[in-house]
């Protein structure tokens, strides 16, 4: 797994990439707190790069959707491929999660 991020005014935007599963979540879970910490209360996760997500990525995703509903932040996703939007589908994340088709919508809607 790999990130990039990147700010678009006070929008911070995080580009995930490769797989997030049990070796690499703890290590997630931690980048995304220290930028919340930071003080970001809007949030965007680019997916189209991320290949593969185990329980314990899902779980670090509603971590950060429960942290920014502290703060009454806003927190969206997009890119997800097909497989990964299943499983969201599966585990019931699609309703929890506010999944948008691509940047230029995340970006209209936070």
Do not use: H
Not at 46 to 67: E, H, M, P
Not at 87 to 95: L, P, Q
Request: charge should be neutral.
């Amino acid at each position: 797994m790999n990130l990039e991020i990147e700010s678009v005014n006070d929008v911070k935007i995080v580009v995930v990439q490769g797989r997030l599963d049990t070796t690499n979540a703890g290590e997630f879970e931690q980048q995304m707190t220290e930028i919340l910490n930071g003080g970001c209360t809007r949030l965007i996760l680019d997916c189209t790069a991320l290949n593969y997500i185990s329980s314990s990525g899902l779980r670090v995703f509603l971590v950060i959707q429960k942290k920014m509903k502290l703060v009454n932040g806003q927190f969206r996703l997009f890119g997800l491929q097909p497989a990964i939007r299943e499983i969201f589908d599966i585990a019931g994340f699609s309703v929890i999660l506010t999944i948008l088709p691509d940047r230029d919508f995340a970006l209209k809607s936070i």
